[in-house]
């Protein structure tokens, strides 16, 4: 019994090396992956964020311009309603008084439900702001705040997809490599 036991120690504890060698070979992949992948999801979303900013201070443009606060309403409800990300949008005017005096405010509820708001939401972490400017002339500005809680859930998601991947991936390294032992071993 002791021979045995012998002949077999020192290929277990190579077999527990090898395995030990690929599952952190793998764990190392998963977590450039991740990373990887997570940092496209951020320069996606900060695309995202500086395109919308930009084609929605061009539409608000000329009806800020003629003051057409209905139209600016119908254009900022109808982006509101198009992203979810998007958290709340503001509109300033240029005025006598200020430069900065809000004209329209529009954000969302818990439920996602459209709501006037009488100022720029304080509670958001990304936010674009924009110059209106027309005919060179300073007509007001333009505040989008981004909701962070959707990316977040997205790297969430994105974890869990990676971590199922390479607990399945580790499981059937090690059933192939503990097979592969015991055909040598025989």
């Known amino acids: ?62 009806p800020l311009w003629n003051f057409e606060i209905e139209r600016l309403k119908e254009i900022t409800e109808a982006e ?12 300033f005017e240029k005025s006598v008084v200020s430069n900065h005096q809000i004209l329209y405010c529009i954000t969302k509820d818990s439920s996602g439900q459209l709501i006037k708001c009488q100022g720029t939401p304080k509670d958001t972490k990304i936010k674009e702001s924009r110059t209106l400017i027309k005919n060179n002339i300073l007509i007001g500005k333009l505040d ?13 998601n994105l974890l869990r997809e990676i971590i199922t991947r390479l607990f399945f991936l580790i499981v059937i390294i090690v059933a192939g490599l503990f097979m592969a032992a015991r055909s040598l071993v025989k």
Do not use: W, Y
């Not at 509101?80 to 509109?91: N, P, R």
């Not at 962070?148 to 997205?154: A, E, K, L, P, Y």
């Open 144 to 156: 989008i705040c981004f909701s962070q809680s959707i990316m977040d859930q997205q790297k969430q």
């Open 1 to 62: 019994m002791t021979l045995n036991q012998q002949k077999t120690t020192p290929f277990s504890k190579s077999f527990f090396m090898i395995s030990l060698i690929t599952i952190a070979a793998v764990i190392g992949l998963g977590i450039k992956e991740f990373t990887s992948r997570k940092c496209h999801l951020d320069s996606h979303f900060s695309s995202f964020c500086e395109s919308t900013s930009d084609r929605l201070s061009t539409l608000i443009r000329t």
């Open 80 to 91: 509101m309603k198009d992203h979810q990300m998007i958290h709340s949008i503001t509109i």
